[in-house]
Every structure is written in structure tokens, then in C-alpha cells.
T-cell receptor
Framework: AQKITQTQPGMFVQEKEAVTLDCTYDTSDQSYGLFWYKQPSSGEMIFLIYQGSYDEQNATEGRYSLNFQKARKSANLVISASQLGDSAMYFCAHETGNQFYFGTGTSLTVIP | NAGVTQTPKFQVLKTGQSMTLQCAQDMNHEYMSWYRQDPGMGLRLIHYSVGAGITDQGEVPNGYNVSRSTTEDFPLRLLSAAPSQTSVYFC??????????????FGPGTRLTVL
């Protein structure tokens, strides 16, 4: 089975600062997708950003960017200018062959 | 568009009972999937479908059945509920093309407790 690792169970960041959430994956496939989702305390899953394995540039979506290092098999999420509303669980996911595998998540707390 | 809808929001079952969790989407997505989320374990794929009439197993399929008779609906059946199936269940859907699955959109979840 594919493996997704998020090594930071909990992170704290000062409001307006940037924060990086780590994600590594283990795959032998050449074609795959990497996703980040946010889960606030209300429980819904919110899509943030996507990176394809063949994409040469790092994905960006507003304040979110994905630091994709293919050789290292890492797909870290960078949140710039953190806001109080960014406090939530963040999940990294890997897709290959129509199957998705999620990491165990990182709990981010933004401090005023 | 309603997006992805799930019913019920909450359910309590007794061990051995069966039930069906409903999932529907109105975005004409080919791909639909079911996950369970347990504390500290992230989301795990139960079953998925790449189109009407086509289903396949995910990472943790035991104890669950699915069918996909229409593009819109993808129900999940618990055959004989066990306490180990206490979890939050999410349904998701996305476009699927060239053998790849695009960004998934999730339903609000069903919180299931099996006593």
C-alpha cells in the first residue's frame, strides 16, 4: 500500500507569519497526484491545493503553495500570512490509480 | 448545485444491525468514493467507483458493500454492524479523465456509532 507520512502532529504559528506543514510519500508510480485538504473543527473537508507528478512548477493557490520535491518524495504545504481562521487539521493525500491515501494529519494552531 | 450530500448526519446502531449510508452528487462526476475517518488515522478509502456500474475496493473494504446504478448515487451498505465500524464516514466525488482522478469534493460526513 502507498504510504503518506505527516510527521508533525501539532504545529503553532504566530498570526501573519508563514508556516510549513510537512508531507512525504512513498510510491514507485510515475503518474500520481498530491493534494492538501483542510478540516476545521466543524468537520468538513476543504480542498486547498493540487500538484501533479509531471507538473514542473510548484502549485500555488492564494496564500497556499506546495513545495514539491519529487526526488525527495516530499510535498510540503506552505501557508503564508497565517490567519486565525487557518487553525484546523491539515491532511496530505496521494492519488494513484484512482485510489487516494491520506496522511494522519497535522493540527495547526494560529496564535494571535 | 447542492454538491455532495450525505444522509443521515448521525446514526446509532446495535451490533449486528444493517444499514445504508446514502450519498448523492449533482455535479455529474464520474468518480465517487467512501472513506472512514478514525481518530489519529486520517481518512481511509473503503470503496470507490469510476462510473455507473463500476465499483472497486479500497484500503479497508471488509464489512461494507457498494453499488453504483446511477451517476448521481453511491450508497454504502453495512452488512452486519460491529463496534469497530464506529467512525465518521465521508463520501466524495470528482471528475475522472485519462485514467486520473481530479480534486475530490467531500460531503459533510455521517457520524456512526455501533453499540
Amino acid at each position: 500500500a502507498q504510504k503518506i507520512t505527516q510527521t508533525q502532529p501539532g504545529m503553532f504559528v504566530q498570526e501573519k507569519e508563514a508556516v510549513t506543514l510537512d508531507c512525504t510519500y512513498d510510491t514507485s508510480d510515475q503518474s500520481y497526484g498530491l493534494f492538501w485538504y483542510k478540516q476545521p473543527s466543524s468537520g468538513e473537508m476543504i480542498f486547498l491545493i493540487y500538484q501533479g507528478s509531471y507538473d514542473e512548477q510548484n502549485a500555488t493557490e492564494g496564500r497556499y503553495s506546495l513545495n514539491f520535491q519529487k526526488a525527495r518524495k516530499s510535498a510540503n504545504l506552505v501557508i503564508s500570512a497565517s490567519q486565525l481562521g487557518d487553525s484546523a487539521m491539515y491532511f496530505c493525500a496521494h492519488e494513484t490509480g484512482n485510489q487516494f491515501y491520506f496522511g494522519t494529519g497535522t493540527s495547526l494552531t494560529v496564535i494571535p | 448545485n447542492a454538491g455532495v450530500t450525505q444522509t443521515p448526519k448521525f446514526q446509532v446502531l446495535k451490533t449486528g444491525q444493517s444499514m445504508t449510508l446514502q450519498c448523492a452528487q449533482d455535479m455529474n462526476h464520474e468518480y465517487m468514493s467512501w472513506y472512514r475517518q478514525d481518530p489519529g488515522m486520517g481518512l481511509r478509502l473503503i470503496h470507490y467507483s469510476v462510473g455507473a456500474g463500476i465499483t472497486d475496493q479500497g484500503e479497508v473494504p471488509n464489512g461494507y458493500n457498494v453499488s453504483r446504478s446511477t451517476t448521481e448515487d453511491f450508497p454504502l451498505r453495512l452488512l452486519s454492524a460491529a463496534p469497530s465500524q464506529t467512525s465518521v464516514y465521508f463520501c466524495a466525488s470528482s471528475y475522472s479523465w485519462r485514467g486520473r482522478t481530479d480534486t475530490q469534493y467531500f460531503g459533510p460526513g455521517t457520524r456512526l456509532t455501533v453499540l
